[in-house]
């Protein structure tokens, strides 16, 4: 069998660091890690594993760490201080006398600036599409908008939907997994009423599942809100990964330091266990978009 892979000494930093914290603290605010654990949503043994460096500390776990340490993330990691910050920066407004872009403009400028390990086949049938569409829009007489500014109100969450069919049977090989296609609006609130916790809303997305093994909790094309700031295994939940080049929805629990067991909700299928090492988890599944909570 082969040992879990011992972490880098910054990442061991990370965690000793988090764990100093956490008993230099834990009387005077009357913490323990079972608090811990459930306000992350998983076990205390997943806790245990932070502090003791078997797992290297995420952004989910740092964030709801250091709100509940009453301290800031730099205090246990600088690096994942600046990936949250990074997460949640958002681009800033055009002023007054920059001249709208036309969606077709966006998109060229897209090419040019993303799409050069594209084949030079593939970018002219997308610029040439755009140039069509903007053709039609034209001879038609309709107006012209610039659908780009699309914007959230300060209560409300814009969650991208994202053209990856994450196979809830056998597996499918996935799509790029960074090509929105259409967003969602969302009020916090919902979120919040709901239970449902993620590393920051520049995470957020939304996929489409494809299948029955998880039918009852998540149907044959439902889509799902996923937090796609979880990378790694944080405790028992749903989550979205890639096994064997297949990319699957699938319930995990852990079984051993080495193991995963890959858990189908249908009874009719059956389960798998698989080697850590072997799976690479995208994203954690937080929400069905029916508002049943997973």
């Known amino acids: 069998m082969t040992k879990k892979r011992i972490l880098p000494p910054d990442r061991l930093a990370e965690c000793e660091a988090a764990h100093t914290l956490f008993l230099a603290k834990k009387n005077e605010l009357k913490l323990s890690q079972k608090k811990i654990a459930d306000a992350a949503g998983m076990t205390p043994a997943a806790v245990n594993l932070y502090f003791k460096g078997i797992?290297?500390?995420?952004a989910q776990f740092a964030s709801i760490l250091a709100r509940?340490?009453?301290e800031p993330v730099e205090a246990f990691s600088s690096r994942l201080a600046e990936e949250i910050a990074a997460m949640t920066r958002v681009p800033i407004a055009k002023t007054a006398n920059e001249p709208s872009k036309s969606s077709a403009d966006i998109v060229n400028q897209m090419l040019a600036k993303y799409g050069k390990n594209l084949p030079e086949e593939a970018r002219q049938r997308i610029a040439g599409a755009v140039a069509e569409t903007a053709n039609?829009?034209?001879?038609n007489n309709v107006i012209e908008a610039d659908f780009s500014g699309l914007r959230a109100r300060p209560d409300e969450i814009l969650i991208p939907q994202y053209d990856v069919r994450?196979?809830?049977?056998h597996g499918q090989v996935p799509a790029d997994y960074n090509e929105a296609i259409r967003n969602l609006i969302v009020r916090e609130d919902v979120l919040r009423e709901k239970g449902v916790t993620y590393t920051s809303t520049a995470a957020l997305a939304m996929i489409t599942g494809w299948g029955q093994s998880m039918e009852g909790t998540i149907n044959d094309k439902d889509p799902v809100i996923v937090d796609r700031g979880v990378n790694e295994f944080i405790g028992d939940g749903v989550y979205v990964l890639t096994w064997h080049s297949l990319l699957y929805i699938k319930r995990l629990?852990?079984?051993d330091e080495e193991h995963l067991r890959m858990i189908s909700d249908n009874k009719h299928y059956e389960n798998q266990t698989a080697r850590i090492e072997d799976?690479?988890?995208?994203?954690?599944v937080l929400l069905v978009w029916n508002?049943?909570?997973v």
């Open 55 to 58: 797992n290297p500390l995420n």
């Open 291 to 293: 508002a049943q909570k």
């Open 166 to 169: 994450a196979a809830m049977g």
């Open 279 to 284: 799976v690479t988890i995208h994203a954690k």
């Open 136 to 139: 039609e829009v034209k001879t």
């Open 68 to 70: 509940m340490l009453n």
């Open 253 to 255: 629990q852990q079984v």
